[in-house]
């Protein structure tokens, strides 16, 4: 754990993933496994954020692409707004509600109040990113 400036002690473990908004995953999967030269290690889907997702191990870190399965999930908008790239940074962290609770309290504003089920096996709640400099923050916890 690191302690921040007010001597507290944070909870944020470590980048746990990159997200990246990809508007074919099948196409997205073969660039990247080019890239990373090594195949993605998993395919997954997410019904509740209408998205399929491909994860990549780098290292000691892991890559995820995401691709819209309708028109109305978040990756779909975010293309059509921003095109294909970066979405969004991942933090793993020890105890999510503790995690949510205090950085509400600092003040951002958390996209879901309580932690819902995401790919990988996790447990994750969204930042909003007015709040963060424009950065989507996903917070992630170990099921």
Excluded: W
Excluded at 36 to 61: D, I, L, R
Excluded at 107 to 124: M, Q, R, T, Y
Excluded at 131 to 141: A, F, P
Aim: glycine residues 6%; hydrophobic residues 40%; charged residues 25%.
């Amino acid at each position: 754990m690191i302690s921040n400036p007010k001597n507290q002690t944070t909870m944020m473990l470590k980048i746990e993933h990159i997200g990246i908004a990809v508007k074919n995953l099948e196409d997205s999967n073969t660039l990247f496994a080019k890239i990373f030269n090594a195949p993605h290690y998993k395919m997954e889907g997410v019904e509740s954020e209408g998205v399929m997702t491909s994860f990549f191990q780098v290292g000691e870190n892991k890559i995820e692409l995401l691709e819209a399965t309708n028109p109305e999930s978040p990756i779909a908008k975010f293309i059509e707004k921003k095109g294909e790239g970066i979405h969004h940074i991942a933090f793993d962290v020890a105890d999510i509600r503790a995690e949510m609770k205090r950085l509400e309290e600092e003040g951002f504003i958390l996209l879901n109040k309580e932690p819902k089920n995401g790919a990988d096996n996790k447990l994750v709640c969204f930042l909003h990113p007015k709040g963060t400099n424009g950065v989507l923050i996903e917070l992630c916890q170990e099921k």
